[in-house]
Each structure stands twice: as structure tokens, then as C-alpha cells.
């Protein structure tokens, strides 16, 4: 009887006599030499099955092809075949190790990261024809794989692989061997070889503090793994495809079934019909809830698959949300064709701003941006068209063109929704508004500007799970985020946090009260707005009209017994005075300031009439930050720097830089989301003199550096340096 070698991911092996070889079929037994009992076998975890077979002679060298197996570890598998053959349950070559000798190799689909049989690219499931075995000829960029892992059943980028799939983990649950739902997460991911098991600890012991955050959560936010790299774990545990929707051509009979509407609030795409089932691909398997909608609506039994969140909420756009807001353009224009051209009353406008068609389009704007992520939505208008621009990851980004006729009804739905004055068309006017998206509070912040062709139109976009990051997610370096957490756990002084408008602050000072709010401490916001809702924190908003002021908030939170005081902004000398008072009276209080470098921010407290020996007295630190857009991961390409730019920075000339090119997935932009870049001062006792005694700003600056501060130009070069950031945004933000 021969005998075969199980092969494992985590490296333990099994030897033993083969009683059944079907590995087509999902099938291998093997028996004990000892004992001559059934060996257990842990298929979710296998590698690769290897059984010697018996060969007179193979054929000369040059007719043997090579091949290359990429598993989900890291490892790969690689030499010289004779044949190979693709099925529904793994890639099984044999393997020429000599002129005489073979060894029957089977690789099942879950420890496939990418294969290449002789001259066939690298793939990640099963391909259309079986491969030929034609001379090798594929260059060593083809080996490159840039997913850190590929676990699930199989990676799927079309129908007929989503097909083949369904249809294997439909034997997977007939046949009963592949039993992974009580393996958790992090067990599969340090298998796997994603992670290791002093970062699951880690996890593990952070979790604790937040029970109720899930694991795959918890690796993300510490910078362990990605979402996706989460996602298809998960696809793993629960034996369901893994889809790239980048690359899938929807159904458009799929889509018939889930209205444009119910897709967006449950963020699911409906993807094509497989044995009269509708395959729809989601991104959270545990909401029950959305699932029995699908099931209700759709008619038909739903048979879902994962995808990742960004690509499901940027191809939920594509399919539904361009077609949504057209139909509703078009309807509206249709609409306002009978609306007679005189100015209308109060009663008209009020009328029209709650048509039916008005609400379509608005709403279908709002939601749309939320889903991609938009900061701010713009209606802009122009001579002769409306133009809608989402700012996206700091950038203004054309959407479309509207007719100018649908201007008034439009900005008159968002009066009504921001509760203004709708027949107000003279001044300036500011409004407020909360919607309900994908189970969170999104609020809306509406200012309306009249200008000469029109009334223009910002919605700023405070999206509460967006917004709100832990310390962890601040990108902090381990020796200056030990040094901010020490200073927003002092027990008196102040903390400043600076920058233009636009640069992350108050998403800082968030990230800092949710560190703070698990200590036994009374914590007291004044804002204007109130960004963020945090439970456990008391936060109250400015209203100038009704006399309560930042500086009138200050005074009245000194006699509620307060620990910790969150300052929005620091305005004026009054406010300065009341919060160094505070900081003074041993509170701990942390504001931002305008401010360019974190060494200018003491002389902008002088300039405000706060006395030095205040500001000496009470000053912890300053972080100065800017927000920098990231380079997309999909687009990257080596980018060309000017010689003045690497002489501006400091740049050696054989420094290799990168930037997004532009695609699809980042709009044509090149940049796919933003991250900080900052310079953390910290007052010591030298820095301390210093300011008492009337230093120059150059002067406290180079103390600084002295002291340990890393200028935020060399921090976000550091940035360029890892491929995170283009050396373009390194120059943009530069502050020397």
C-alpha cells in the first residue's frame, strides 16, 4: 500500500498508508502504520497532500513544465510537473522530482492564494479551460501577489467562478468534513500565517475593555490587518465565495429585486441567479435582519457571499446610485416644465420643496455622498446648469450637471430639511439636520450663501462612524503616542491641539475623550457644533443668539464639578483666560487653536493677551497636525520628483517615491482616504523659561527638536518614504 504526507498550514505533518485517494472528490483516508486506525485529518488547514507514485520512466528534462503554488501562509510550492489537472476542489499536479521518480501532488482551493501551471498567469480559483502545458514564458511580475491573504472557499471575480463555487460549498456542506464555524477569527488568521500569536493576545487583552466590539474590529483599529483581509477570513469560517466586485459584471436582472434604496440603507448588490436562488453579496453575515428583508423582497430564496465594505459601497453607487438620481433629476425637470416661471409665494415654494420628485433627488444626493464617503456636498450654481461636487478625501469632485431650473426646488427641500426659512432668499442662511445610514446618526451642518446666479449650497457631512477613532487610529509613532497619552491622563494643565481648518482637530480631541471616558473622571464638552455624540460625556453647544458663549459655557462648567473640560476652539482672549484659569484651578482641559507649527501657537496665546507666565504655568503640550491624502492602493505607480522639490525637502536623488495614478476606485484622483501627519510638542522646563522670558518663535521651535519633536515636514516625509504619501503631499503641507 503507498503512502501520502499530509501537509498542514501551521508546518505539523501526518504520515500514513492511503486507504482512499480521491481527492477530486473531496476525499482522502489514511490509516496508521501502528495501529492501522484512521488518521484524523484537518481539512480546513491542509496545505498540501503529496503520495510518491510509481514511474518506469517520465521523458526527458525538456518536456517537463514548470509550476508555482502561492499558499494563503506565505508559502509556495514549486518544481517541475509532467501534468496537471484544475478541479472543484484543488489543483493536483505530478510532481517530477527526477526522470523516474513522482509524487502526486493535490493542493486544496482554501490554501490557495495564486497558482500557475506552466505558461497560465496567476490565479485564484479555478480557471475557465483546464490549463495548458505550454513552455514557460510569464515574467516574474506575474508572481507578485499584493493580497495579504486569501482565504474562503475561493476568490471569485466573475459568474461562472461564483457558480463553480456555490456549487463546491454546497458538497462542502453535504459531505460534512469542512466544520470551521467553531474556529474563531484570530485562530484562523495565526494559521493561516496573516498573524501571529503575540498580536491576537494583544487583540484578545484589548477587547476585554470593549466586549462588545468584534474581534476582526479590534485587529483592524490596532493596524494588525485590514478589513478585507477580516472579510475573507470570515468567508472562510463560514465556507461561503469571497467576490471581487471590481472586476464582477452584475446581473441586471439581479438588481430588479432589491430597490435602489433598500440596497444603499442594507449596503448589498444583488449579483446574478444561481439554481433559482439570487446571489447577493453583503459585507456583515450577522444582521439577520437584512437577510429576512432580502429573503421578504426579493421573491426568490437568498444565497449570500462577502465582499469588502468600500467595494460594495462603491459599486452599490455604480449600479443604483447614478441611475437613482438621474431618474429623479429627469423626473423633477419633467415636473417643473408645468411650474409658470413668476416668483412663487411662500405656499408654492413650500409646495414645491415637498413634491415628491424634490425629495427623490434630494435624498438620493445625501445618501449618495454618505456612501461614498463625502465630507461636504456642493450645489454650486452656474450661468446655465447646476453643478454637484462631493468633497472627497479633501478634494472637490465634479458629479454631475443639473438643470438650472431644478435649483429652487432643491434648495428649497433642503431649507425645509435644515428647518430655514424657506422664503428667505437675500441671506445668508445656516441649518441643521440628522438622517438615519446603516444603523448610525449622520448629521448634516447646512449653510445656503445667495449669489449672483443663485443660491449656492454646502452640506457638511458629520458622520459618526466615520469620524470617531481611538488614540490607536491617530498614527501615532509608540514613542510619541506613550508621550500623548501621558498628557491627557495629567490631572491639571492644558492641552492644545492646532491646525487650519480642515485638519482633523476635532476628530483628535474625540479620540483623546474616548480614551478618557473609561476613567472614573466628570468630563464637560462646549462646542459649536457638537461634531460627535458620546455616551458618558455631558456635552453642551454653543448659542451665541441666546448669550451662551464659549466663555459664558466655561463659566458655568467650573461650578458643575467637572475633571476633564473639551474646549471647541479657543476664539478670543476671554475664553484663552477662562480655560488657563481653569487649567490653573486643577482641571485638565483640552481646545484647538489656529495655529500653523505647534512653537507659534505660545506667541498666538500672547497675541490673545494671555500673560506668558499663564501660559508657562499651564501649558502641557501641543500637537500640530495636518491631514494628508493617501496614496490608492490600487493605482500606485513610481512617481517623478522634481530635483528643486528633493532640494526643498532634503530628498537624496536615488530616493524612489510613489503616487496614485488615478482609477476607478479613487475617482481619477490617485488618493484613497486621509491620514495625519503632526508634530507633538511637549513643555519641559527648558521650554517653560523659555516662554517666560519673551523667546522668539525660531528659538522655542529649535528647543523643541532638541527636546525630541519630530518637525511634522520630517514626520509626513517619513510618510512619502513608506509609499503611504506622495512626496506632492509632502511639499502642499510642508511648514519650513
Request: hydrophobic share 40%; proline share 5%.
Amino acid at each position: 500500500m503507498a503512502q501520502a504526507t499530509i501537509y498542514y498550514l501551521d508546518g505539523h505533518q501526518s504520515v500514513g498508508t492511503v486507504a482512499a485517494w480521491k481527492p477530486n472528490s473531496g476525499r482522502i483516508d489514511l490509516t496508521s502504520d501502528v495501529n492501522h486506525s484512521p488518521i484524523p485529518i484537518q481539512w480546513p488547514l491542509i496545505a498540501h497532500v503529496d503520495r510518491p507514485v510509481y514511474a518506469s520512466h517520465l521523458g526527458s528534462p525538456h518536456e517537463f513544465q514548470n509550476y508555482i503554488v502561492t499558499l494563503v501562509n506565505g508559502q509556495t510550492i514549486s518544481g517541475t510537473m509532467v501534468s496537471a489537472v484544475v478541479t472543484s476542489h484543488g489543483v493536483e499536479v505530478w510532481h517530477a522530482s527526477d526522470e523516474a521518480h513522482l509524487v502526486e501532488r493535490f493542493v486544496p482551493w482554501q490554501a490557495i492564494r495564486t497558482y500557475r501551471l506552466g505558461h497560465v498567469p496567476l490565479q485564484s480559483g479555478p480557471v475557465e479551460d483546464p490549463p495548458g502545458l505550454a513552455a514557460e514564458s510569464a515574467d516574474s511580475s506575474q508572481e507578485k501577489d499584493t493580497s495579504p491573504l486569501s482565504l474562503g472557499l475561493l476568490e471569485v471575480g466573475n459568474a461562472r467562478q461564483l457558480s463553480d463555487a456555490l456549487d463546491r460549498s454546497k458538497t462542502i456542506e453535504q459531505s460534512g468534513f469542512d466544520r470551521t464555524l467553531r474556529k474563531t477569527i484570530g485562530d484562523i488568521l495565526v494559521q493561516s500565517g496573516v498573524l501571529d500569536s503575540e498580536q491576537l493576545n494583544t487583540a484578545l487583552h484589548r477587547k476585554r475593555t470593549e466586549p462588545t466590539r468584534p474581534i476582526g474590529q479590534v485587529l483592524v483599529d490596532l493596524g494588525f490587518v485590514s478589513e478585507e483581509t477580516i472579510q475573507r477570513a470570515l468567508a472562510y469560517k463560514l465556507g461561503v465565495p469571497f467576490v471581487r466586485l471590481d472586476e464582477f459584471d452584475v446581473d441586471p436582472k439581479a438588481t430588479r429585486f432589491i430597490p435602489a434604496t433598500t440596497a444603499a440603507r442594507l449596503s448589498v448588490l444583488p449579483l446574478m441567479f444561481h439554481e433559482r436562488r439570487l446571489v447577493v453579496a453583503l459585507s456583515d453575515p450577522s444582521d439577520t435582519e437584512a437577510l429576512n428583508i432580502l429573503n421578504f423582497l426579493a421573491g426568490y430564496p437568498v444565497k449570500y457571499v462577502l465582499a469588502s465594505r468600500p467595494e460594495l459601497t462603491r459599486e452599490i453607487d455604480r449600479y443604483y446610485g447614478a441611475a437613482e438620481s438621474q431618474e429623479a433629476a429627469e423626473e423633477l425637470e419633467m415636473e417643473l416644465v408645468e411650474t409658470p416661471a413668476a416668483q412663487p409665494n411662500r405656499q408654492a415654494i413650500e409646495k414645491l420643496g415637498r413634491e415628491k420628485p424634490v425629495i427623490r433627488f434630494v435624498n438620493s444626493v445625501i445618501r449618495d455622498a454618505i456612501r461614498q464617503n463625502a465630507s461636504d456636498i456642493h450645489l454650486s450654481p452656474r450661468e446655465d446648469y447646476v453643478q454637484l461636487i462631493y468633497r472627497l478625501n479633501g478634494d472637490m469632485i465634479p458629479i454631475k450637471r443639473f438643470n438650472k431650473g431644478m435649483l429652487a426646488a432643491a434648495v428649497s427641500r433642503i431649507k425645509i430639511i435644515g428647518g430655514m426659512d424657506i422664503t428667505e432668499r437675500r441671506t445668508p442662511q445656516d441649518g441643521r439636520a440628522s438622517v438615519r445610514w446603516d444603523k448610525h446618526d449622520v448629521d448634516l451642518r447646512i449653510s445656503v450663501m445667495p449669489t449672483i446666479v443663485g443660491e449656492s449650497v454646502v452640506i457638511r457631512i458629520l458622520n459618526t462612524r466615520q469620524g470617531l477613532k481611538s488614540v490607536d487610529d491617530l498614527g501615532f509613532t509608540d514613542t510619541d503616542r506613550q508621550k500623548f497619552v501621558d498628557l491627557i491622563h495629567r490631572g491639571q494643565g492644558m492641552l492644545l491641539i492646532t491646525g487650519p481648518t480642515g485638519s482633523g482637530k476635532s476628530t483628535t480631541l474625540y479620540a483623546a475623550l474616548h480614551e478618557l471616558r473609561s476613567k472614573s473622571v466628570n468630563i464637560l464638552t462646549v462646542e459649536n457644533p457638537v461634531e460627535y455624540h458620546m455616551d458618558g460625556i455631558e456635552q453642551m453647544q454653543v448659542n451665541e443668539s441666546a448669550g451662551f458663549t464659549f466663555a459664558s459655557a466655561l463659566r458655568n462648567m467650573l461650578r458643575h464639578d467637572p475633571d476633564i473640560i473639551m474646549v471647541g476652539e479657543i476664539r478670543d482672549r476671554e475664553t484663552g483666560q477662562i480655560a488657563v484659569q481653569s487649567a490653573l484651578t486643577g482641571h485638565l482641559v483640552l481646545s484647538t487653536l489656529h495655529t500653523n507649527s505647534a512653537a507659534s501657537t505660545v506667541m498666538r496665546m500672547i497675541d490673545m493677551g494671555i500673560e506668558d507666565y499663564l501660559i508657562s504655568g499651564t501649558l502641557n503640550g501641543v500637537l500640530a497636525q495636518r491631514l494628508v491624502r493617501r496614496n490608492c492602493p490600487h493605482c500606485i505607480e513610481q512617481e517623478v520628483v522634481d530635483p528643486w522639490v528633493r532640494e526643498t525637502l532634503g530628498i537624496g536623488a536615488d530616493e524612489v517615491f510613489y503616487k496614485g495614478k488615478g482609477c476607478h476606485a479613487c475617482h481619477e484622483t490617485g488618493f484613497s482616504g486621509r491620514l495625519a501627519v503632526y508634530e507633538l510638542m511637549v513643555l519641559t522646563p527648558e521650554l517653560r523659561n523659555m516662554i517666560v522670558s519673551g523667546t522668539a518663535v525660531d528659538a522655542l521651535e529649535k528647543q523643541a527638536l532638541a527636546s525630541g519633536m519630530t518637525p511634522l515636514t520630517g514626520h509626513a516625509l517619513g510618510k512619502a518614504r513608506n509609499g503611504d504619501i506622495s512626496v506632492a503631499e509632502v511639499y502642499r503641507i510642508r511648514l519650513s
